[in-house]
């Protein structure tokens, strides 16, 4: 089955329950997510809370989330997006 018709983590992206017809991109975190971001005092328990300790911690994002298990969907979303706004932009480099 293809990634698109499971509901999946907002934080690992893992695929969480098969939804053929309505999936939801990153809108619930999986236990193992849940426990490991409560683990670093982050404590969100949906993707939209997730997002809104995204966009209020900006650096801490950038730092931490990679290191729980962070990763990208293919589809757009809300998480995604907030993650890259948190990217430091890189300054560039001299010919």
């Not at 236990?31 to 939209?48: I, R, S």
């Not at 995604?80 to 948190?86: G, K, R, T, W």
């Amino acid at each position: 089955m293809a990634h698109g018709d499971y509901n999946c983590c907002a934080l690992c992206d893992r695929k969480l329950d098969y939804r053929p017809y309505d999936a939801a991109t990153k809108e619930e975190l999986c236990v193992d997510c849940m426990k490991a971001l409560h683990g670093a005092q982050v404590m969100v328990y949906t993707g939209a809370e997730l997002e809104a300790w995204i966009k209020a911690n900006p650096v801490s994002a950038h730092d931490l989330l990679p290191s729980l298990g962070y990763s990208k969907c293919f589809y757009r979303n809300p998480i995604d997006l907030a993650f890259a706004a948190a990217s430091p932009t890189q300054e560039p480099k001299d010919g």
